[in-house]
């Protein structure tokens, strides 16, 4: 059975302070690992894919890496606006175009 | 553009009510999904579609029905509404299987 599994649940950084949240997973036939954002009450909001080890895509503060068996999204110097929890998921060649989801890590930036 | 439009965006139903989420696009998408949001469980998904006429089971598809007449609509029927339903929806759409979704903003149903 496909897994995906992210830690930290919670994260608390201050204003500045870099960190990486981690997805882990274990599938046959990767075809491609997403990050979302989701802010409270709203629906997530798609940031990046990666289709293969060593990928790596940037945006902003953010950046996603990875590799054979797990996926970093770096954040560099956050600010505030960067609290909000964050999603990965992965398609795998059996799903057709479904994505499975991990649970997510909710992250807070104190001013 | 809106993109993907769900309504209600909140609602409360008696338990053995029946309703339906609707869920609309305007991207021209043929790849629509319905999933469940519960509070730490992640989302699951719950029926999709990879066009007009065709749909298909996802992880949770028991209490739940859909139909996909046309592109861009894609209601997710709720029969005999039951507590364990009480959750948050989310319909999501995408252009094709490499990208990303785009999903509505949410309907948050209690069954009590």
């Known amino acids: 059975e496909d897994q995906v599994t992210q830690s930290p649940e919670a994260l608390r950084l201050q204003e500045g302070e870099s960190s990486s949240l981690n997805c882990s997973y274990t599938?046959?036939?990767?075809?491609?690992l997403f990050w979302y954002r989701q802010d409270p009450g709203k629906g997530p909001e798609f940031l990046f894919t990666?289709?293969?080890a060593g990928e790596e895509k940037e945006k902003e503060r953010l950046k996603a890496t990875l590799t054979k068996k797990e996926s970093f999204l770096h954040i560099t110097a956050p600010k505030p606006e960067d609290s909000a929890t964050y999603l990965c998921?992965?398609?795998?060649?059996?799903?057709?175009?479904?994505?499975?989801f991990g649970e997510g890590t909710q992250l807070t930036v104190n001013p | 553009n809106a993109g993907v439009t769900q309504t209600p965006k909140f609602r409360i139903l008696k338990i053995g009510q029946s309703m339906t989420l609707q869920c609309a696009q305007d991207?021209?998408?043929?790849?629509m999904y319905w999933y469940r949001q519960d509070p730490g469980m992640g989302l699951k998904l719950i029926y999709y579609s990879v066009g007009a006429g065709i749909t298909d089971k996802g992880e949770v598809p028991n209490g739940y029905n859909v139909s996909r007449s046309t592109t861009e609509d894609f209601p997710l029927r709720l029969e005999l509404a039951a507590p364990s339903q009480t959750s948050v929806y989310f319909c999501?759409?995408?252009?094709?299987?490499?990208?990303?979704?785009?999903f509505g903003s949410g309907t948050r149903l209690t069954v009590v």
């Open positions: 999501a759409s995408r252009e094709g299987a490499n990208y990303g979704y785009t």
């Open positions: 991207m021209n998408h043929n790849y």
């Open positions: 599938v046959s036939g990767l075809r491609g």
């Open positions: 990666l289709y293969s």
């Open positions: 998921a992965v398609r795998v060649e059996t799903s057709g175009s479904r994505l499975t």
